[in-house]
């Protein structure tokens, strides 16, 4: 067969090499906007077939804005790698690089954005930015925001330019411009402005992006900045991004903006208005039968739950009457009684592992009356066979969170003879909540404490060790034996001591169950238990639950503080000794003791980065050259005050000394005098 004819010259080569990157990435592309079809569900469990439902239709193909040269890509390739190893000599020296970066990114910044291997550079210049660079990035890609939110990398771009932007407009409600800011002709001058054109450019394709898999992401972005929540809290950072999303972090000093996102932040009057529209945009056009079915779509469920919690955090309880509203068409049924829609709706959703998330929003946030009414219908009669199931127990811990006194305690009189089966499942999320709530409401918890005394055992020691369960096989003898250890990631051990220290949260009973164990104990175990990354919460907790522990405090830590020496050098063990300190409140005896421990390794510990900590935390370079500081700070004054026994003792060394100098005096003064009298004797005589 004949050779297919080719040019010669490493020009050619080249030439023959891009145009095949070019082919790979139309492919690539193609593929990627291709959607896949998602089989919905609905009320009645039945695959949503889209006979009556089309899906929404898409703004069209996303353009191609070209691609970056090989040396356009080498080049800003180096250029992120040396922003990430940050080795300039100083802050200028940074600045400079960074000038020549964006001098080289002028004009390319769509195609650096929507670059597999660029487009981290660009986020890393965001996040770099000044704000008058990013009022400029934010200029270049206006206009282009429906394209970009859809592409796979510069909807990352999207994101972060988004979050670093947004405690801008707090920066400029407390300071204004006043228009003296220069601005290109036609372009928006405030970061306020920018916002909403950027809003306006997407709102009229409000139903299709939100289950578009890139620009989902995005949406909720925006929706979070409108509203002035705090943009990195726990509850919003999941909602924001995966778990996939890799995370491009700076130091300090190359932040040039002030980290405020973890706070609540000012926004102007517009926001709130241009969040009320996005969300009407948002659900206007979607009937019950389509946002139920959406409730188990795996992207736009995490924005249903965003909505409905913006919903209820803007408007209260009584948005819950508004016919319009996100809640009332999930559960049109007012209340929703077993038999009627929103009951199946909602007994479908208990089982999938995406509604079930919407579930748990909805439950923290209803109405008094909806949720009690949800209670009595779906959740009273059948809380066993929740608890037990692996995906509508999270949901019923929810419920159980809003559970008043008299609903709570039958709820546990219910659940306790099913504790060793929950045990047997790992359901331990349920009992934690248990503990936790009836410690609140001050519900009995002898029905608790009488079903774990039989599912762990009735002996303190063993009981201990099998509800932490500790390994008392597993070897610590080398390095790498005790690298992997630590390492080592067991959930359901994490899930124990968190129940463990929840329970120790709840004076009575239940924290007599852990204490016991802990005396009853022996040190080798005790060891263990320290070194483990999970269960040394456990411990850690004992020594500083609140509560009349004093007795308890007086009997362990004598016990633990033999092994001071072993802790401390321990990357684990070494928090237990810093623990030590606030165990040892009140026992003052015992603090000099550890100290005294630490200061015969005083060595060994500085020859360690845990014994460096501890040695610090201690503050034992006090107690070397200043004791009685460090003694004075032990027994709890700070101020310098002394106790009653300390006065009396100072008083009783006082008047010693001064009889003592009373006594010498007077006995050189009589002798004086026999001297001279004896003189005159003497004298007579003579």
Same mark, same amino acid.
């Given at each position: 067969?004949?050779?297919?004819?080719?040019?010669?010259g490493?020009?050619?080569?080249?030439?023959?090499?891009?145009?095949?990157?070019?082919?790979?990435?139309?492919?690539?592309r193609?593929?990627?906007?291709?959607?896949?079809?998602?089989?919905?569900?609905?009320a009645?469990?039945?695959?949503?077939?889209?006979?009556?439902?089309?899906?929404?239709?898409?703004?069209?193909?996303i353009?191609?804005?070209?691609?970056l040269?090989?040396?356009?890509?080498?080049?800003?390739?180096?250029?992120?790698?040396?922003l990430e190893?940050?080795?300039?000599?100083?802050?200028?020296?940074?600045?400079?690089?960074?000038?020549?970066?964006?001098?080289?990114?002028?004009?390319?910044e769509?195609?650096?954005?929507?670059?597999?291997?660029?487009?981290?550079?660009?986020?890393?210049?965001?996040?770099?930015?000044?704000?008058?660079?990013?009022?400029?990035?934010?200029r270049?890609?206006?206009?282009?925001?429906l394209?970009?939110?859809?592409?796979?990398f510069?909807?990352?771009?999207?994101?972060?330019?988004?979050?670093?932007?947004?405690?801008?407009?707090?920066d400029?409600?407390?300071?204004?411009?006043?228009?003296?800011?220069?601005?290109p002709?036609g372009?928006?001058?405030?970061?306020?402005?920018?916002?909403?054109?950027?809003?306006?450019?997407?709102e009229?394709? /409000?139903?299709? +992006?939100?289950?578009?898999?890139? &620009?989902s992401?995005? $949406?909720?972005? *925006? @929706?979070?900045?409108l509203? =002035? %929540?705090?943009?990195?809290?726990?509850?919003?950072?999941?909602?924001?991004?995966?778990?996939?999303?890799?995370?491009?972090?700076?130091?300090?000093?190359?932040?040039?903006l002030?980290?405020?996102?973890?706070?609540?932040?000012?926004v102007?009057?517009?926001?709130?208005?241009a969040?009320?529209?996005?969300?009407?945009?948002?659900?206007?056009?979607?009937?019950?039968?389509? /946002?139920?079915? +959406?409730?188990?779509?795996?992207? &736009?469920?995490?924005l $249903?739950?965003l *909505? @409905?919690?913006?919903?209820? =955090? %803007?408007?209260?309880?009584?948005?819950?009457?508004?016919?319009?509203?996100?809640?009332?068409?999930l559960?049109p049924?007012?209340?929703?009684?077993?038999?009627?829609?929103?009951?199946?709706?909602?007994?479908?959703?208990?089982?999938d592992?995406?509604?079930?998330?919407?579930?748990?929003?909805?439950?923290?946030?209803?109405?008094g009356?909806?949720?009690?009414a949800?209670?009595?219908?779906?959740?009273?009669?059948?809380?066993?066979?929740?608890?037990?199931?692996?995906?509508?127990?999270?949901?019923?811990v929810?419920?159980?969170?809003?559970l008043?006194?008299?609903?709570?305690?039958?709820?546990?009189?219910?659940?306790?003879?099913?504790?060793?089966?929950?045990?047997?499942?790992?359901?331990?999320?349920?009992?934690r909540?248990?503990?936790?709530?009836?410690?609140?409401?001050?519900?009995?918890?002898?029905?608790?404490?009488?079903?774990?005394?039989?599912?762990?055992?009735?002996?303190?020691?063993?009981?201990?060790?099998?509800?932490?369960?500790?390994?008392?096989?597993?070897s610590?003898?080398?390095s790498?034996?005790?690298?992997?250890?630590?390492?080592?990631?067991?959930?359901?051990?994490a899930?124990?001591?968190?129940?463990?220290?929840?329970?120790?949260?709840?004076?009575?009973?239940?924290?007599?169950?852990?204490?016991?164990g802990?005396?009853?104990?022996?040190n080798?175990?005790?060891?263990?238990?320290?070194?483990?990354?999970s269960?040394?919460?456990?411990?850690?907790?004992?020594?500083?639950?609140?509560?009349?522990?004093?007795?308890?405090?007086r009997?362990?830590?004598?016990?633990?503080?033999?092994?001071?020496?072993?802790?401390?050098?321990d990357p684990?063990?070494?928090?237990?000794?810093?623990?030590?300190?606030?165990?040892?409140?009140?026992?003052?005896?015992?603090?000099?003791?550890i100290?005294?421990?630490?200061?015969?390794h005083?060595?060994?510990?500085?020859?360690?980065?845990?014994g460096r900590?501890?040695?610090?935390?201690?503050?034992?370079?006090?107690?070397k050259?200043?004791?009685?500081?460090?003694?004075?700070?032990?027994?709890g004054?700070?101020?310098?005050?002394?106790?009653?026994?300390?006065?009396?003792?100072?008083?009783y060394?006082?008047?010693?000394?001064?009889?003592?100098?009373?006594?010498?005096?007077?006995?050189r003064k009589?002798?004086s005098?026999?001297?001279?009298?004896?003189?005159?004797?003497a004298?007579?005589?003579?």
């Amino acid at each position: 067969m004949p050779k297919e004819h080719k040019k010669r010259g490493r020009r050619e080569e080249k030439k023959r090499k891009r145009e095949h990157e070019d082919e790979n990435f139309m492919t690539k592309r193609q593929k990627s906007n291709e959607r896949s079809e998602v089989e919905f569900r609905v009320a009645n469990d039945r695959p949503f077939d889209g006979a009556d439902y089309a899906p929404i239709p898409g703004p069209g193909e996303i353009p191609f804005y070209g691609l970056l040269d090989e040396e356009e890509q080498e080049y800003f390739k180096h250029a992120d790698t040396l922003l990430e190893l940050d080795q300039f000599n100083d802050a200028e020296e940074r600045d400079l690089f960074l000038a020549n970066v964006y001098q080289e990114a002028s004009g390319k910044e769509l195609k650096i954005a929507n670059s597999q291997s660029c487009s981290r550079l660009m986020e890393r210049l965001i996040l770099m930015s000044t704000p008058e660079q990013l009022k400029a990035l934010f200029r270049t890609f206006s206009g282009y925001f429906l394209n970009l939110a859809q592409h796979r990398f510069a909807s990352h771009c999207c994101e972060t330019l988004f979050l670093q932007a947004a405690p801008l407009v707090s920066d400029e409600i407390r300071a204004p411009t006043g228009g003296k800011s220069k601005k290109p002709a036609g372009k928006s001058n405030t970061i306020e402005e920018l916002f909403l054109n950027a809003i306006g450019e997407l709102e009229g394709d /409000l139903g299709y +992006l939100m289950t578009d898999q890139f &620009a989902s992401h995005t $949406l909720r972005v *925006l @929706l979070v900045m409108l509203s =002035g %929540r705090p943009l990195v809290d726990a509850y919003t950072a999941t909602l924001l991004q995966s778990k996939k999303k890799e995370n491009i972090k700076l130091s300090s000093q190359q932040n040039p903006l002030p980290s405020t996102s973890s706070s609540t932040r000012t926004v102007p009057d517009s926001f709130p208005a241009a969040l009320d529209r996005v969300m009407k945009g948002i659900v206007a056009g979607l009937d019950t039968t389509y /946002l139920r079915a +959406l409730a188990s779509h795996p992207v &736009a469920n995490p924005l $249903l739950q965003l *909505l @409905l919690d913006l919903e209820f =955090g %803007r408007s209260g309880k009584s948005k819950a009457k508004d016919l319009t509203s996100l809640f009332r068409k999930l559960l049109p049924d007012d209340p929703p009684a077993e038999g009627t829609e929103s009951a199946s709706f909602f007994n479908g959703m208990l089982y999938d592992p995406i509604g079930s998330r919407l579930l748990e929003v909805l439950i923290t946030n209803a109405p008094g009356k909806t949720f009690k009414a949800l209670y009595q219908n779906l959740f009273r009669d059948r809380l066993s066979k929740l608890a037990k199931n692996e995906t509508a127990s999270y949901v019923l811990v929810k419920a159980l969170e809003r559970l008043n006194k008299e609903d709570l305690q039958q709820a546990v009189q219910e659940l306790s003879p099913q504790i060793q089966a929950l045990l047997d499942r790992s359901r331990t999320s349920i009992l934690r909540c248990m503990v936790e709530r009836c410690h609140v409401r001050g519900v009995d918890t002898e029905p608790l404490t009488f079903a774990l005394k039989e599912s762990y055992g009735q002996k303190p020691a063993e009981r201990l060790v099998k509800m932490l369960q500790i390994d008392l096989v597993g070897s610590t003898n080398t390095s790498d034996e005790r690298r992997k250890q630590i390492e080592n990631q067991d959930p359901n051990k994490a899930h124990a001591s968190l129940l463990a220290q929840s329970m120790l949260e709840a004076p009575g009973s239940l924290r007599d169950l852990i204490t016991e164990g802990i005396l009853a104990t022996d040190n080798e175990i005790l060891l263990r238990i320290a070194k483990d990354r999970s269960t040394t919460h456990v411990l850690q907790k004992s020594l500083a639950c609140s509560g009349d522990t004093l007795r308890y405090r007086r009997i362990i830590m004598p016990s633990l503080a033999t092994m001071t020496t072993d802790l401390a050098m321990d990357p684990v063990g070494s928090h237990v000794v810093d623990a030590f300190w606030t165990g040892s409140e009140g026992l003052s005896f015992i603090r000099e003791k550890i100290a005294e421990h630490l200061m015969q390794h005083e060595a060994t510990l500085r020859d360690s980065v845990p014994g460096r900590a501890v040695w610090r935390n201690w503050k034992m370079d006090v107690y070397k050259t200043r004791k009685y500081d460090w003694l004075s700070e032990a027994k709890g004054r700070t101020d310098g005050t002394k106790t009653g026994i300390e006065l009396a003792r100072e008083r009783y060394a006082t008047q010693k000394r001064s009889s003592l100098s009373k006594g010498r005096g007077g006995q050189r003064k009589v002798t004086s005098l026999q001297t001279g009298a004896n003189a005159v004797v003497a004298a007579g005589h003579g």
